[in-house]
Each structure stands twice: as C-alpha cells, then as structure tokens.
C-alpha cells in the first residue's frame, strides 16, 4: 500500500517553543503522537471511503501528518494544509513535494480511474479577523 514520508525538523528555542507571538511558534516543526493516530484513522477503509472527492483542510498541521494520509489514502478533491509559523510552512511545502515525488515515481495504489488530489500549503493566522468574512 501507500506510504507517507515525513521530514520533521528540531524545534527551536526548546526551552520556549511557544515563543513570544503567535508566528513564532515552532512546536509544528516536530511530530505529535496524535497526528500519527489521526493519520492511521483517516487511512482506515471507512474514512478512505468518507474523504472521496472532498476538500480536506487541516488547521495547524505542522508536519501535516494527517492531511498527506488523506491524499495518500484516500481520493479527496483538494488538500489543504495549514500553520502560520513560516518554517513550518516550508517544511510542509516540503512534505508536500516529498510525497507527490515518491507517488511518481512508485505509484500511489490507488485505482486507476483516480484523480490526482491537489495538495497545497498555506499560512492561516486565526487571530486575523478578515477570515471572518470568508
């Protein structure tokens, strides 16, 4: 079957990950124990079946564990993956092209009548009220 590959990257500033504002945050560098739960649920026959031809969006993702599971497992119209912290951002983008790579060159398994998902990374500040509006 179909695997995800995953770079995960050093926290930094340890001692205070959280940092001093919201956008510098950098625990989305480093995988959660519940992101590989989430990911091992959404590949299950019966969430593979429930994400066909949906739009999956995954709000503070980090590594975006979850998320690349869905578009590896599953057949959704459009994944998108989100955080704020730029590097995060970066190494989702990334995990992203690390994955549609393996897919081309190892196939991703799925039946051929598929389409291929659209997976994209964005920065999404939940403090910014103009997403009120949308």
Same mark, same amino acid.
């Given at each position: 079957?179909?695997?995800?590959?995953?770079?995960?990257?050093?926290?930094?500033?340890?001692?205070?990950?959280?940092?001093?504002?919201?956008?510098?945050?950098?625990?989305?560098?480093?995988?959660?124990?519940?992101?590989?739960?989430?990911?091992?649920?959404?590949?299950?026959?019966?969430?593979?079946?429930?994400?066909?031809?949906?739009?999956?969006?995954?709000?503070? %993702?980090?590594?975006?564990?979850?998320?690349?599971?869905?578009? %590896?497992?599953?057949?959704?119209?459009?994944?998108?993956?989100?955080?704020?912290?730029?590097?995060?951002?970066?190494?989702?983008?990334?995990?992203?092209?690390?994955?549609?790579?393996?897919?081309?060159?190892?196939?991703?398994?799925?039946? %051929?009548?598929?389409?291929?998902?659209?997976?994209?990374?964005?920065?999404?500040?939940?403090?910014?009220?103009?997403?009120?509006?949308?």
């Amino acid at each position: 079957g179909s695997s995800v590959l995953i770079r995960e990257l050093p926290i930094t500033h340890a001692d205070n990950p959280f940092g001093q504002a919201p956008i510098e945050d950098t625990t989305g560098l480093g995988i959660w124990c519940a992101s590989l739960v989430m990911a091992r649920w959404l590949a299950s026959p019966s969430m593979v079946r429930r994400m066909e031809r949906k739009t999956v969006l995954e709000l503070g %993702a980090g590594c975006g564990i979850p998320a690349l599971a869905c578009a %590896a497992y599953s057949n959704p119209k459009s994944v998108t993956i989100t955080d704020l912290n730029p590097e995060t951002i970066d190494n989702i983008r990334y995990n992203i092209e690390l994955n549609d790579q393996r897919q081309q060159r190892d196939g991703d398994g799925k039946d %051929a009548t598929a389409t291929k998902t659209t997976t994209t990374a964005s920065s999404i500040d939940w403090g910014d009220e103009a997403l009120l509006s949308l």
